[in-house]
């Protein structure tokens, strides 16, 4: 009923930037919650970054000062940039999005199919 999308990954050398999109798709009513989370190898998930309707954005304190969390609510879509970039960012992200149904007005979770970030010079 809903679908997410990622892009934006790849390999990029320490020190630089990469930019994360997740556009969500559906049977959509309404979005309360958009968050990248990363999975590293061996590791359990952890959440990056989530922003709340409402609320400002929060960050896992390894990232904060190097990346931001954006979303456009006409679009559906939610963005990660990524500066400073360090090797043990190397993970898969995955995105996260929670709202409402249309059709039954019904809540709703989904996760993106995972893009893989490599920092590695």
């Known amino acids: 009923q809903v679908q997410l999308v990622e892009s934006g990954g790849g390999l990029v050398q320490p020190g630089g930037s990469l930019k994360l999109s997740c556009a969500a798709s559906g049977s959509i009513f309404l979005i309360n919650t958009m968050g990248w989370y990363r999975q590293a190898p061996g590791k359990q998930r952890e959440l990056v970054a989530a922003?709340?309707?409402?609320?400002?954005?929060n960050y896992a304190d390894s990232v904060k000062g190097r990346f931001t969390i954006s979303r456009d609510n006409a679009k559906n879509t939610v963005y990660l940039q990524m500066n400073s970039l360090k090797p043990e960012d190397t993970a898969v992200y995955y995105c996260?999005?929670?709202?409402?149904?249309?059709?039954?007005?019904?809540?709703?979770?989904?996760w993106g199919q995972g893009t893989q970030v490599t920092v590695s010079s």
């Open positions: 922003i709340i309707s409402g609320s400002s954005p």
């Open positions: 996260n999005v929670g709202g409402v149904v249309l059709t039954t007005i019904t809540k709703f979770e989904a």
